[in-house]
């Protein structure tokens, strides 16, 4: 038989089982037909059989017209045409090796391979491992240690400066003079500075500290330790009424009346500082920035004092900065331009040293001030003047020096009177009544 005339011919098959099954009757001469009852009815006979399974047939192994159940593919009318391989004879298949062939659905045949569901189709951007016992448990991201312990440390910071404050906000009082001019202004305070020489006979350094709360300014007035005063001692030098009036207390309040005579008042409190404590200060604040003007080159073994220092910024500890205050050789104007750079050391030290790093330095830099320092201020009023500097800040820090001439022998600073006054109402004077020319002695 043809090939090509196969499918017509089960679909004839197809159409002709069909009656025989809706007209319950059987076509004697079909072989197939015949072949079909006789292996049933031996089946029912032999007892054996029945509770074996029939063997499964190949689908290739049998000749002869093949009966194809209904299906979905049926339908009344013309029958669909399908597409077939022709069947070939293989020879009997033993049942061990039998192996039913695998069909394609007709509905896997005639649709296209739908598109895999998202869920189905595998991640391209995580590699699967082949075996679970192999795989690696994902790697957590890193949590960000340093940051949060650098956030935890200056959390730490802010609570420790806000309690600072707030002590110093309770601690502090302002220092105020007993002998006044009549009203003050408000947040207006000056005080005396002075620092000893090596012998701790004499106050090479002198300077009035002026706080300005309201206009948040401070000023640092220099007075040259060669300025002339009404004096019963001789030579006429503010820098000898320290050591020759007993020092200490005595001397220091000695020294307050010169200094009252120069500026038309009196000063709130004095603090005084000798050398060793100011080399112990510098190191314990941890040295001091600062651009030295020029070479210094200077000994001294009477004073044991030598100083060698380069021209440049750069970082000076206790002794260095000792030497730089003290050097005066190498200047045109001596003693004025020293004073001039110990002015400037001091607001530069002021300005580093009320930084927030050096916040920690300040507990024992001012437990060495305590100790070892002459002054008529209490605890409160340091830490009013501690609080007013960090309020204030320095960068409206005003540093000047007491207007003056020379006298005709050279050997005295004359401090102007109009000038002086003019200096004095405008930065220093902490009260509402103006300081005049003739309350200023000017020698």
């Known amino acids: 038989m043809d090939p090509r005339n196969q499918p017509a011919q089960d679909d004839e098959d197809l159409l002709r089982d069909i009656r025989k099954i809706l007209d319950d009757r059987h076509d004697a001469d079909d072989p197939y037909e015949r072949g079909f009852a006789d292996k049933l009815y031996e089946d029912c006979e032999d007892p054996t059989l029945q509770t074996q399974q029939p063997p499964r047939r190949q689908q290739n192994s049998v000749s002869g017209p093949v009966i194809h159940a209904y299906n979905s593919d049926f339908r009344r009318g013309a029958a669909p045409q399908r597409r077939e391989e022709p069947t070939t004879?293989?020879?009997?298949?033993?049942?061990?090796?039998?192996?039913?062939?695998?069909?394609?659905s007709?509905?896997?045949?005639?649709?296209?391979?739908?598109?895999?569901?998202?869920?189905?189709?595998?991640?391209?951007?995580?590699?699967?491992?082949?075996?679970?016992?192999?795989?690696?448990?994902?790697?957590?991201?890193?949590k960000h240690r340093f940051a949060r312990g650098?956030?935890?440390?200056?959390?730490?910071?802010?609570?420790l400066f806000a309690l600072v404050i707030g002590v110093m906000l309770l601690l502090a009082k302002q220092p105020k003079a007993e002998e006044t001019l009549g009203a003050r202004r408000d947040g207006c305070s000056t005080i005396l500075l002075a620092g000893t020489d090596k012998s701790g006979d004499r106050t090479d350094t002198v300077m009035l500290l002026s706080v300005d709360r309201s206009a948040k300014r401070l000023t640092l007035l220099s007075i040259p330790r060669d300025t002339k005063v009404n004096s019963t001692y001789t030579p006429h030098k503010i820098n000898i009424a320290y050591g020759v009036n007993g020092k200490d207390q005595e001397g220091m309040e000695a020294l307050m009346d010169y200094v009252t005579e120069l500026v038309g008042f009196r000063p709130d409190g004095y603090v005084l500082i000798d050398l060793d404590v100011f080399v112990d200060l510098v190191d314990k604040m941890g040295g001091v920035k600062f651009d030295v003007p020029?070479?210094?080159?200077?000994?001294?073994?009477?004073?044991?004092?030598?100083?060698?220092?380069?021209?440049?910024?750069?970082?000076?500890?206790?002794?260095?900065?000792?030497?730089?205050?003290?050097?005066?050789?190498?200047?045109?104007?001596a003693d004025l331009q020293r004073v001039n750079v110990q002015r400037d050391f001091m607001l530069a030290a002021m300005h580093q040293w009320v930084s927030v790093w050096n916040l920690w330095r300040l507990p024992s830099a001012a437990r060495l001030l305590s100790a070892h320092t002459v002054t008529d201020l209490s605890t409160r009023n340091l830490v009013w003047l501690a609080e007013s500097v960090a309020l204030c800040g320095t960068s409206n820090l005003q540093t000047l020096t007491i207007p003056y001439t020379f006298s005709g022998d050279g050997m005295y600073v004359l401090a102007d009177p109009y000038e002086t006054a003019d200096v004095v109402n405008a930065y220093l004077n902490p009260y509402e009544t103006d300081v005049s020319p003739d309350d200023i002695y000017g020698g």
Not at 89 to 104: A, I, K, N, T
Not at 297 to 315: E, N
Request: hydrophobic share 30%; glycine share 6%.
């Open 89 to 104: 004879y293989l020879g009997p298949v033993e049942e061990d090796d039998y192996e039913p062939p695998r069909r394609q």
């Open 106 to 142: 007709q509905r896997s045949r005639r649709e296209p391979e739908r598109a895999p569901r998202r869920e189905e189709q595998p991640r391209r951007h995580r590699a699967v491992p082949e075996s679970g016992y192999d795989a690696e448990p994902p790697k957590k991201k890193k």
């Open 150 to 159: 650098l956030g935890k440390l200056l959390l730490i910071l802010l609570v």
């Open 294 to 333: 020029c070479d210094m080159d200077y000994s001294d073994p009477a004073q044991d004092l030598t100083i060698d220092l380069k021209a440049g910024m750069q970082r000076l500890n206790g002794e260095q900065a000792m030497g730089l205050v003290r050097f005066r050789s190498g200047y045109a104007m």
